[in-house]
Each structure stands twice: as structure tokens, then as C-alpha cells.
């Protein structure tokens, strides 16, 4: 009796990796784990800088404290050996964590953490400090992919290839200028997730329910020690719009994710047989369970389906927190499932578009054969053709027009010196040029050499496109390392305070 | 060391279900299974019927079919035996099982199995399959929630309460109109799912991967076999606009939804403390961490989260059936999660709703007592100004408007004599009303019982009403059991021939 | 001192006719009426079947009666000739029109216009006979389009081309089952079209402000006068939902946008230089303001563009009908705006697809060339095999992956002999291949005149495909036609009974 | 013959003022103008910043320069004074302008302005115009209802009310402390507005049709004499994310109108008869056709739909934006028209927000009331004597629970002496309470008096929390002082630089 391996890939040199395989093959085989799994580190670090400061203020004895701070400390050891799984019946995280807890060290002291907060607080609380290591994920991720496309786009800086506007060719340019483009906006991708941090890395714990509490919480303390630039300042605030900081980064997430769908399908139509102009890794391809000749650019056509499931997470968190009523209404629940799958979904997106990147193939003639052809030089003749006869712009492109269509009924697909011609008198213009002069000016390296503006896809101003960027990315690499190094100082500062109150 | 329980309860007399609890507490401590799970049956159901078709048409063996329908039979009981788990290492169920029955029983007959159809073909019918399942499983719950309304509604056509607009005291209606109200809005949802069955019951299984096969396959046969109205009648639609199945169901729910999420809001408002003039069952209520006496309507709350992820997951389908191109776009594959993720989230809500319906309870005293406050009465005394004394309307309400601001300024809060004489005479209308009159004619009562047009509140038309209700959705009940007879009928066959074929 | 035209088009032998300008300029240079506008009329049937019914209760006496009706034909005449201007000083076209009826013929009989009546039953009345026109009006359109693609369709059943997946060459189609295809989508958008005839076609006249009225109106009687099938049952709900008939049509059209976007997106891809396949009619193409040589398929971009604001426009009406208080609610004005955008928008989208598909011109050499490249048929060589020496799929698909590679790396497009040969010898399979067979096997028309089954895009399929579906249009024509001969009758009833009365 | 005026307003004080009735009646009776004469101003500041700057490289001569900046200036003083009107039959208004220039200057200089530039950097600069002002507006905006909010904050610092969660008494606090929270969420979208301007304010101009061209512009001058922060850094990048300035920009005032729409929300609540804590201001309501006695929230309810199309709007924004080609695609040029109707509709939201936060009338007494009810003290209890005995919180809130549900049997709304005691008992827990200070304890003036943390809603934390928002206020309003004098200045310089030319 024969076996059979997978239902494809005879024909590939090499199979698509593990996380290529999970990127594709989605939700199918796999599943999701439940939400406060994400949120059990977090939890307990809050807990931890919560009873430190009850502690500290004296709300709790430091008897109690102690107890319960070694409680936490031994929970989050069970958690990191598997040994501490949710239990579903306990509704949530918070009563998880409570439950054994008070079960360890037993009520008397157990039953004092959840003194002077709620559990409003404490989940705003949790869901900040997931949202700002994603966060922090996401600018890691974007950089590398600004990273392989800086890269890329030095190698093909002088790669010729044709614009296109409308899906029609329209004017030269290069590979690497287009790699650029990209890269320009995940830099502003960029600064959203910096923005981010700007408006939300501040603790809402000591919001209570949404009005506060009457022990004298010091919340510049567990501020402190949770790495955050200081408390919300209003208690009701953090709590009524629990959605905000959720949207926010849909918001990020979705525009980032629109990025890389728009390079996605640059890259497939690119990629196909007709254009011709790249060619995909074989990992990042898959086959057919029929047909044998198949290479489909799966990974791209993947990421724009996840860009499409931004749009509809975005638009679920706007509209539940439209018309809420004061205070905390419990459908903002849901707003931690939205994000928390939005951020599966679309995190692994950016290290697969940088493996695209990374070994993307580029077929270097062809794109200079295609910037030859469909006209593409007709912009660059009526250019020359104004600046070197002092003609009026429209005038010219007038004649250019009718020295296209007259080309065309040729059959050829570059201006002929006669057709030109021919379009000059008619528009009765008289200037005097040289066959020459029509061939040259219509190749697209000398175009390309003549556009020195800033931005422009000359060779010489890609180089300073990348520089710049770089000089860019140089200041996101610091703010991201700026951040990291607040959140492990915070971490060290609780850590140091638990062992002197230990002595 | 004493212990505790639940973190809140002890203001309750019953606590919540556990149907409820699982409904409040979404995700966070539970997982989502993969999706793929919720296809094997119907993805078996599916090859049975193809293996059965490709024998009787002579594209396999009688032999091979036989060890193939063997074959699945047997992987369906270890299914159904918990025996048989999903293999992530294999994409998705379609491998899963294909490659366990090569395995069991080797490629020379089980490789055939795939003959003639192709993954594209064979998710687009594992989907309708499963999509037409939920729909009959919506569709019982719709009724389900209507018929516990209208029982609700004939208890209490004759109960008197503020109509409202604008969150304003309108006019007086009963609680048993307002929800006839809602009643008639799902009847409606329920003609869309039945327009999902009109539309969608049509085989894929012969697309292939959307351009056909040349193998002579009998589609009207697997239609029958797997209880469609008939074939598809293009390859290439069902695989190219797989997200409009998807899309169409989405839609009919985020309809629901919005229809559950306004009764929800209602009787949210209705149950405060300030209106009080319902009061929801404990056991769709849950309690604070911090709080000891609250009572929160979450369950209400959390419907309404639901609506907003309802217009998530639509958006998301329609922005990824955006600009595709001919043909099947990998993109799609997304749709099956999001559509199995409303499903989930959306399908509890009906029994949630009409759980909440069927125990509410009803403050009529405080119903009749608010009917009679902030001048509800006042459109009722110009009805009947205009029609006692063949006044203009327009006339009549100008006096009504200048004797309600009066009567405010004494501080009443329905239309006084001396206010409405003072606005006659401002106004120059010479009508003699009598005191008695303008008393009586503003008394929810009267002018409920002469509100006599259809759909409107009186209690006789209340009972027509449901009584026109009660007989569309007898058409409604006959529509699902049809289409489930159908189902179960196409089953029948597909076994008896099954067996015919192993004699 | 020279002129100059148009900012491009001297390549172009045929300019865009108005209707196209149009579409392509959108709102840069035109405004949008106020929204009212589009209402008079409907709001004059309404008032004159309201005065009618009125008058035939006994509500209002005869003499005003016809003094009423008199005066609203008058405004009808003024408005036809254009002498009757929405004062934006009164609120709404309910005020507008009462205030000159009032102005005309006195409040004594103007004032009782609005007896038993409000503007929340009224404008729900006028929405529903302004959407049920737009839903005709588009059934129209939608059939036209069917109509072209069938035409062009039955043209082209036997022209082969590649069929498409994941943007790869797959297998072997003609573009006659692709624009059926098309055609099969759109036929399910005229089921929704129906579907909402069948929900909406009812009469909210007589709900009043939500709560009905004490007069005794004959619903039955306004609806026979204004083509309803009845009236809706519950005076509170449709003044609560009023999002949901918009809601029904925006997602109908909204689909309907997709599947233009998608031929959209599948005729630009197409038409680029690149594949060559269609050539776009000069009309549906503009220029650019520099580039002299552009032709760009604005047409079909600018499709797109609006399958995106279909989706914007349902998410607002969704989010608006999320989570209402029983009763009217004023947000629900806005939806008035929103579905008249997307109607203006979206209606002329299908008479300029009808206009492409009429016109575009298809490359039949170059499609055929195509089709044979790329290892197209590869899938029929492996279906050939299989069928003849009696093979499993699963092996046979290996074989000929196999194959493919091997023939790739000689540089072919289609398995060599010695390649398959090779293969099969790798796989240990003992069959005899011919050369001549796995040539003629391979060829494109070979598979296409196999593929016999229902639905695929064999030449004879293909026709009863166009058959199949030239039935179900003499279906939805006769419904449209129907639909409208009621509307006509109903119209006719009133004039008549206008005529009775007046004598 | 009597006459009528409004169909409502017999029982107000105050109308509406024409502000608040443009809000209120929408697109009714008002048409919206074409898009493209919002542009006027910015068109022809970009061109003469574009046409000085072709000048000084030497590109077009002095002589050209003079004509065309007169000719400029000419069209601008016609626009201003009325003369100016879009001719339909040209394209758009780049078109208009430069035709009218070119009929009065003559083409041979006026042909001439186009040169190095294409519509499509011409466009996406005009809309980066645009949308600048728009951000400062809707700064200033959010600023003024900042200060509403601050200022009546201040008056209502000592305000007692309930505070709700979940619909429900939750735990006091004041009014002047929900005022805060709304204005800290406000504040945010302020830096979003911020943000925008640190991401957009850069010059596309140059970017040609997204290739740039081969004239040796001077981007740098350009971006001076406009106002911004320098040019983009890539050409192609600009004209390809042709929807994103705009997508941020809805993006933001989503999430504004979000709050908004739930401070109306808010508002119309506390104002229902049944809550009784507010009144808003006669100007803010609107009347009913029919009933006399209305006074509806109507201001308020529209901003809650506006919200909802915020929603959509951005939903169209994002969809179109997913997966383009590279280069512009023409789809995008609808995003002009959906971020104008945002803007036209969302703009006016703040400053009637903004009246109706000065103007609403707050019912102390009630809300004192009403704080005193339903067991808002019992957190307070369960706070005190956890603080007090030194127990476990977790016991304390049983014991109170208790506590609650055997005082509510009393039909009591705080918690009795008696029923705590009982409770106790039952917990065995022996502490001795005072009668007096469980009275006491439950006042919410006391309470709030201790709620003395960051954040917590007591009198002194309020004015703490003003004057810290009034700190950040300060640096918002010299950010936008800032902007505003560098655009001032750009403008001052281009004319300079005219002035000088021109001698």
C-alpha cells in the first residue's frame, strides 16, 4: 500500500516554513486560546505594585503584604511551569488569581488585595500593559520591514522599471525608488504606534469602578512601578471609554495593514506570468490540491485579507463605544477579544512581508524592456520639449498627444521622429528637432538621470531618500529602546522593593 | 483559614445560569476550538456523496467506492467517538481526512477520492452546509423569541404605559404593543433568513477550482444527495464571490442584533432605578467586585456589545469581496472565520433575549402612574378638540402648546381647564370645553380604547395584532420544517444507497 | 492669442459622453440637491391619499376635502413647472408644503391636512415610496446589465482563455462563462432587490408619531392609493426602525458594488499592457493632465471607489439602529441623507458597466495564445491520465507535478513527454504515455469541449448557461413589471376618486 | 383667512437659534456645494507658490512668471467678490483655473503653469491644504468646549450626584468630576489633531503623477511659501496614499464624536423626566408636529448620528485604501468628497456641544437626592469598616451584600444598623458597629470627602484636575497659535516675494 505526503508541492524547490504554514493555513487546524491566558503576567504585576503600594501606605499591614506579595510571586512560578491553568469557572483572570490566591494564603490576607480597586481598574490596568508590549511589537516589526526595504531598495536604486498610474504604465522609475514609498509610509505607521504610547502609557489603576475610592491610594507609586508616565487623571475617564486605547491601535493596526496590502498586491500583479517583473520565493507560495502547475502568492493574498479584518475590528470597536451612558458599561467587554485577535492576526504580517521582502526576485531586463515601452517616454519628450524650445507646457503636451496617437496607428509604442513631426505642424509650432534627440530623450535612464528633485527616483536622490529615512528609523529604534528600558527599570524598582520588604 | 466563593452573589436570590455565565464572560477564560471542527460532518457528508456519484457515473470503481464510502464511514464514527483530532501538521480538514483515509486504506483507492473536484469546490460546499445549518438553528431561535413575546404581549395588551420619542414622554401606549413591536421587526429577520435559503440552497460540489473538470460528474445527483434545490449554474461564481453566503447571513444577523440591542436598550432604561418600571430576573444580572449592592443587567449589555461586532464582521466581508479579480482569491479563506466567530457570538443572544423576555417583570402600577405624567395626555385632548369641534388641527394643537406651557408654570403635569380656556381665548377660538372633559379626555384609558386603526395600541387591536403575528409565523414554522425534512430525506437516500451499493 | 480645449484627449478618437464625464468628475464641479427635493412628489401622493381616506371617514368634511386636494394638485403643478422652491427657512418639505397649502387656501381647511397624522408617519411614508422607486429603478438597471453580459456572453462561448486563481494561470476557460458568471451574481442581486419589494412594500401611514391616534383612519384604503400591499401591522415599530428599509437597500447595493468592482477590477487587470486580453472603449478611459500617452480606465477605478462608499454608508445605518430606546429617535433622520448619497452614487454605476461590457473589445488571438502557456494544461493532462489508465488522482497529481518542474527547468510551458516520462518512472508507475497524446491532451479546446458538465465552460454548457439564466430574467422582469402596473393602477384610483369626489 | 406659523414652538421660551436649526434640519431643505469650490483659495495659493518658484529656478522667465501671478491674483480677487463661479463642463477645479488663466493671459504664458507638476500632486496638495485648516478649526473647536467643560466643572466641583455604572447607582460623586472626565477625552483628541499635523503637514507639490519630473524644482521654496514643514520625502508615496491624511483626519474625529455622542447620550438621559437631574436649555430642543407638550433633545441626538457616519465614513476611507496598485489609483479622488461631508457635518457638533454645555441647567438638590438613594453608600461602608476593624475586604463586601439584600426585603434603599448586624452574625465576625456612624459612613458628602487621590471626584481632586487640564490646555492652544502664524507668515512672504517680482 503507497502513502501520499501533502496534497502539493512536487513541483517546489522549497516547502513554506512553519510560520508560513501557520500564516496560511489560519484559523483552520488551530485554535484560540482563551483571552486572560494573554493577560495572567499582567495581572499579577498589577497585583504585585498594587499590594506593594497598600503596603507602602500603610492600607495593609506589611504582614499582610508580604503574604500576599509571596502569594503573587509563587502564582506567577506555577504560571510560568504550566502549572496554574484559568479555570472556567471562575468568571475571569481577576477572580482566578483572587480565588487561588485567597485558597494559598487564606482569606484574612488574601481577601485584603482587591482593598481600594475594582475590577474596571484592574482590567483597564491589564489591557494597557498588553496593549503597550503589542505596541512595542509592532514598532519592533515595522522597523525591520523599513529595515529590508531600505535594503532592497539600495541594491535597485538604479533598477529601471516602469510607473504605473491606473494600472497603465505612465512614466519611468525605479525598483528601488518604489521600495522607498513603501517605506515612507510604514514610518508613519511608525509614529502612530509612538503616538500611542504618547497618549495612553498612563495608569488607570485607582479609577475603582470609575469614581475612585476612599483609601489613600498613592498612585504615583504604582505608577512608578509599572512603568507608566503617571497616573489618568480622571477617575471615570479611563473606565467609561474603555475602547479608546483598543481603537487606537486598530486605527494603527489598520492603516499598516493597508500598507502592506497595497505592496501585497503590487507584488502579485508584479509576480504574474504577464507582468512578469518579479518572482516570489517558493516559500511564500503555495499549490493546488488539483492543479499540479500551481505557485500562488498565497502569503500576499492572505495579508490583504487580514488588512479587511482590521477595517471590521475597527468598525466593532467605534460602534460600541458610540452612545455609551456614564460610567462603565459592560459591553466594552468585548473590545479586549477584538483587539487581542486583531493583534494574532496581523502581527505575524509584518515578519512574513519582511521575508517576502528580503527575497523577493527581481527580473531586472524585463522591467527594463517594459519602461521602454507603451510611451513611457512620452512625459520625458514633452519635458525636454519644453524646457529646450521655451514652449508653453500645454501647447506641447498637445503635440505630444497627437504624436502618440499618430505613433500608435504605426503600431509602434514610442514617439517617431515623424509623427512628431507631422504633430508640430499641425499645431503650427515651428521648432526644428533632431531624430536624435526624440530616440534619446524617450529612454528612460536619461529621464530618470535628469529627475534630481527631492523625492524624485533618480539614482542619486534614492540614495538620499534612504538616507533620510534611515536618519528616521535611527530616532523609532531609540523610542522604542527608550520604552523597553522604562518598563524593565519599573519591573527592577518592584522587584527590589519586594525583597526590602521581605527582609 | 476561612474561604470564600464567588466574588459578589450576596444580594442575589438565583444566580445566573451557567448558559448566562458563559454568555457574560465571552472569552476571557475560554478558547475558541478550531474551525475546522465545526466542518467534519459536513465535509464527510460531502465526499460520501461525491464517492457515491463518481461510482454510479463510472469514474471509480464499484470496488474502489465501496472502500472509500467504508472508509469515511468508519472515520465519521471516530469522529463522532472523539477518536478522530485534527492533525495541524495538515492544513485543514479537507487533508486531514483525505490523508487518514489514504492511510487506512492506501492510495490506490482512497487517491481517488479526489477525482473530479477540487479544496475550492469542496469548502464552498462544506461552508453552505454548515451556514445552512445556522440559518435553520437562527431561524428557530427567532421564532422561539417571538412566540415569548407574543405570549408577553397578550398578558399585557392591556397594560397602560408612556409611550415615548425622543426619550420623552410621547403618548400612551401598552407594554404589550412595544413588544409586538419588536416581535414584528424579527419576523423580519426571519424572512431574510428564509431568503438566505431561496438564494444560497444551491450545490458548489463541480466547480472544481471554479472552472469544472472533464470527468462527466452528475451535479444534479450530489444536489440531491446532500439536499440542495440544485447545482450552481456557473463554475466560476460560487468560488470567485465566496464571501457573499457569508456576507448575506452576516447581514441578516447584524439586522438581529440591532433588533435584540434596541429591545435591550429599552429594557435597560426601563429597569433603572429612575424609570422603574421593569425589573429583570436576577439571573440576567450580575454583581460588582467592589460593589455590595449592585445588580447589573449584563446580559442586556452584552447584546449590545454583539451588534457592534455583528457590523465588524459585515464590514470585514465586504471589504474583502472588494475588487477582486476572476477567479478564487486566497483572501476569501478568512471569510469561514469570521462568519464562524458571529455565529458563535451572536447565536446564544436569541435564547439569552428570550430567556430575559419570558421572566421580566412588569411594574403596572407605576406604568399606569407614569402614563398619566408630563402631560401625556396632551395629544389626546387635541384629537379631541378637533374632532368635537371640527377645529384645524394645526389650530387646535397652537392652543393646546400655549395651554400645556401655562399648566407647566402652575406646575402641573397634564393640561388644567383654566389654562386651556386662557389659550382658546388668546387664540380668539370661541368653543365652550368643560372641565370634566379636558380631565377625562387625557386619561391613558379612554384614549387607548379609541385607538382603533390597525397597529395601533388599544388592546382589541393589540389582540389582532398577535393574532396576524401568530399566523405568519405558522408560515414560518412550516418553511423550517420543510427545508429540515428536506435535509433528512437527502440523507436517507444517500445512506440506503450506500447500502444498495455494498450488496 | 492661441486657445486650448481640454486639458488631454488628443490621442483619443472617441471623448467620454456627458454621462461618463459625469461619473468621472463626481461632486468636484457639480453640488448635490437638498434632499428634500427628492421628495416632493412622493409627499403630495401621500397628503392627497391621506386627505382622501380622511375625507371618506368622515374625518374631515368634503368641502374641506377638496379644497385640500385641490390645493395639493396645485402644488404639484407648481412644482412640475418649477415654481415651487423649498424654503430651507421652514424645516423640512412636511412644513413646507403644509405652510403654502395653509397659505393658499387657509388654515380652516389647511389645518386639518394633517389630522391623524405626523411628520415621524409621514416621513417613513415618503422614504418608503422614494426607496421603492430607487429599488424598481435599479432592477432595471441590474436586468440591462444581465442583458449585455448574456449578449456579449453568447459571443463569446467559444472563445478560450485562461481561467484565473490566486492571479495564476489555472486552467482553461472562455470569457463567455466569465461574463455569465458575472451575470449569475447579478442575478442574485436582483433577488435582494425583490426580497426587499416582499418586506417593504407596506404602509407606515397611520403609526402617527409611533403610538397611532385616536381618529379612525382606514389604512387598508391609504395603502390600495398608494400601491402598498397592506399596511405594516405596529404603529411603533417602523417610526422605531426607521434605518432598516435604507439598512436592506444600502446592503443590497452594496453587494451589488462588489460584484462591479470585482468585473471592475478583473477588465483593468485585463486591459493593462501587460496581459492584453480586452481593449476598453476610448469613451469609458480618460487622460491625463501631463502624460500624453495615458488612457486610463477611470470608469471601472471609479467603480470601486463606490463599492467602498456602499460599505461606509451600510456601517453608518447599522451603527445608527444600534442600540435605540423604544420609540422614534431623531439620529434616524440622517439616514434619509446617507441612502439618497448612495443611490445618486451608485445607480448611474450600472448603465456605464452596461456601456463597458457592450463595448470592450477582446483579443481573441492573444487570448488563445495564452491559454496555452504556463502549463495551463496541466490539471487536463492529470485528468486525462487518471481516466485513462484507471490512476489515482493523488498519484497521478504528483506525477505531473513532477513533470511540470521538470519541463520548467528546460525553460517549456507545457510537460514535455520526456519529462512525464521521467516522472512516472520516479514514481514507479508502469503506464505507456504517447508523445502525440500528451500534446493534443494538453491543448485548451480539447479539455473545454470535456467539460460537460452543468455549469462549466464548455461551448455547449455555456449556452444552456445563457438559457438557464434568460429564464430566470423573464422571471424578474415580469415581477418589475408587475411591481410598477400596481404603482401605475394605484396612482390611477386616486386621480379617479379625486374626479368622483369633486363632483 | 388665519394664518400659521411653526408647526411647534407654542410652549417655548426660547427657539432655536438659525445655528442650531442648519443642525437640526440637516440636508433637508439645504444642498451641499460642489466640492471643488472649497478648493478656490488653496488651488490658487498653490499655484502661485508653484508658478514663483519656476520662476526663480529659471524655468519659466520673469516675464511668464509676472503674467501668470497676475493673472492669479485677478481670478483670486474674482472668486473673492463673487465672480468666480466652476464651470460644470470643465473637469475639476484645477482645470476651471487654469482655462480661465489661460483665456486671459494667452497660452503661450498661461500654458506655462503646469509645468513640472501633474493633477495629481496638484490635488493631493490642495487637499493637504484643506484638510490643515480643517485640524486647527476643529482645534479650536475642542479647545472652547474644553473650556465649557472646565468652566462649568468648576461650578459643579461640590456637586454631589450619583455615579452610574451599568445604567445603575454605582457610588457618588459630583457633577463638575463628569464634566472632567469628558474634557480628558476630549484633550486626547486634541493631540490627535496634533498629531495629524506632525505626520501631514508636508508639501506633495513635485511629486508630478507620483514620478516626479525632470524640471529642477525648488521643493524646499515651495514647502516655505505654503507653510509646511518641508516636502515628502518620496513622490510616488503622496499620490499612492491618497487617502490617508484623510483617513487620520476621520479617524480623529470619529473618535470625537464618539465622546460627544456620549456626553449626549449622558445628557439626554440625566434630562428624561424619569432622571430629572438636568434640563437643557429650550434652544436645544425642538418641538413635535403633533403633540403639543414635547421638548426633545434633539441637538443631542444628532450628534449621536453623526458619530455614525464618522463610522462610515472612515470605513469607505480605509476600504478604498486596501490593496491599490502602486501609483494612483483613480478610486481615491472620492476620498475628497467623503472627508468634506464629514467635516461640513461633524464641525458644527462641537460648537452646538459646546452652547449646550454652558447652557444646561443642573437640579443640585435632585441629584443630592437622588445620590442618597439605592445603596450608594455601601462601597463607602464596605470601605470603612475594612479600614476601620482591619478585615478583609473580601469579608467585609460579603457581610455588606448581606447586609443590602436584608435591608432591601425592608424596602429600605441604604443599609440599616439592624441588617448589618445580622449580617455580621451570620459571617461570624465580631465587630462592634455603631448605629450613628453606619448612618454617617453612607452619606455621600462624606465619602467624597475622602476620595482625596489622584483622579477621585473630591472637591479639592476636581480643582486639582481642572487646573492640570488647564496646564495641558495652555500648551494646545499655543500649538495651534503656532501653526497658525507659520501659515500666516508663508502667505506674508509669498506676496513679498510677488511684490518684489513685480518691480
Known amino acids: 500500500m503507497k502513502k501520499v505526503g501533502k496534497l502539493w508541492g512536487g513541483r517546489f524547490n522549497v516547502l513554506p516554513s512553519q510560520e508560513i504554514i501557520d500564516f496560511l493555513s489560519g484559523r483552520d487546524v488551530r485554535g484560540v486560546s482563551a483571552c486572560d491566558e494573554r493577560l495572567v503576567s499582567y495581572d499579577l504585576w498589577g497585583s504585585r505594585a498594587h499590594a506593594m503600594m497598600l503596603c507602602k501606605r500603610g492600607i495593609i499591614s506589611p504582614r499582610d503584604g508580604k503574604k500576599i506579595l509571596k502569594g503573587l510571586r509563587e502564582i506567577d512560578s506555577l504560571y ?43 482590567i483597564a490596568l491589564d489591557m494597557r500593559l498588553y496593549l503597550r508590549d503589542q505596541v512595542l511589537e509592532f514598532g519592533d516589526g515595522v522597523i525591520q520591514l523599513i529595515e529590508a526595504l531600505l535594503k532592497r531598495a539600495g541594491e535597485h536604486r538604479g533598477t529601471v522599471m516602469p510607473g504605473y498610474t491606473h494600472h497603465q504604465h505612465a512614466m519611468a522609475t525605479t525598483f528601488g525608488h518604489l521600495l522607498l514609498a513603501f517605506a515612507e509610509g510604514l514610518q508613519r505607521d511608525q509614529q502612530r504606534l509612538e503616538h500611542w504610547l504618547d497618549i495612553f502609557n498612563r ?75 518579479v518572482r516570489l520565493d517558493d516559500r511564500h507560495c ?28 475597527l468598525t466593532s470597536l467605534l460602534s460600541v463605544g458610540k452612545g455609551l451612558f456614564m460610567g462603565y458599561n459592560r459591553e466594552t467587554q468585548w473590545t479586549k477579544y477584538w483587539i487581542m485577535d486583531l493583534v494574532d492576526e496581523s502581527r505575524p504580517a509584518l515578519s512574513i512581508m519582511t521575508d517576502v521582502v ?106 538620499e531618500g534612504i538616507a533620510s529615512l534611515n ?9 522604542l529602546t527608550t520604552r523597553k528600558r522604562g518598563i524593565e527599570k519599573a519591573k527592577e524598582l518592584l522587584s527590589k522593593m519586594e525583597r526590602t520588604l521581605g527582609r
Open 471 to 479: 536618519r528616521r528609523l535611527g530616532g523609532a529604534r531609540k523610542v
Open 80 to 122: 510560568r511551569t504550566g502549572k496554574f491553568k484559568l479555570d472556567p469557572s471562575k468568571e475571569d483572570i481577576h477572580s482566578n488569581i483572587e480565588s487561588l490566591l485567597i485558597s494559598r494564603i487564606g482569606i484574612e490576607s488574601g481577601g485584603k488585595l482587591h482593598t481600594g480597586r475594582s475590577r474596571n481598574d484592574q
Open 203 to 277: 495608569n488607570p489603576l485607582g479609577a475603582g469602578a470609575g469614581y475612585g475610592t476612599s483609601f489613600k491610594l498613592d498612585r504615583n507609586l504604582t505608577s512608578k512601578l509599572l512603568g507608566f508616565d503617571g497616573p489618568t487623571e480622571n477617575a471615570t475617564d479611563p473606565v467609561m471609554q474603555r475602547w479608546e486605547p483598543e481603537a487606537d491601535l486598530a486605527y494603527a493596526v489598520g492603516v499598516m495593514m493597508n500598507h502592506l496590502s497595497t505592496l501585497a498586491q503590487t507584488f502579485i500583479l508584479l509576480s504574474t506570468r504577464e507582468f512578469g517583473l
Open 286 to 313: 503555495s499549490g493546488s490540491s488539483i492543479m499540479p502547475q500551481k505557485r500562488n502568492p498565497d502569503s500576499l493574498e492572505v495579508i490583504k485579507a487580514k488588512a479587511a479584518f482590521a477595517q471590521g475590528i
Open 358 to 463: 528580503k527575497r523577493i526576485r527581481v527580473n531586472k531586463a524585463e522591467m527594463l524592456e517594459q519602461a521602454r515601452k507603451d510611451f513611457l517616454g512620452a512625459t520625458a519628450l514633452m519635458e525636454w520639449m519644453t524646457a529646450s524650445f521655451n514652449l508653453s507646457l500645454r501647447e506641447v503636451k498637445t503635440v505630444v498627444e497627437k504624436a502618440v496617437r499618430y505613433s500608435e496607428m504605426e503600431g509602434l509604442e514610442e514617439v517617431s521622429h515623424d509623427s512628431l513631426k507631422r504633430a508640430l505642424q499641425e499645431m503650427r509650432i515651428e521648432v526644428s528637432v533632431r531624430k536624435k534627440d526624440v530616440e534619446n530623450v524617450q529612454r528612460p535612464e536619461g529621464w530618470l538621470a535628469r529627475a534630481q528633485s527631492i523625492g524624485m527616483p533618480s539614482e542619486k536622490r534614492g540614495q
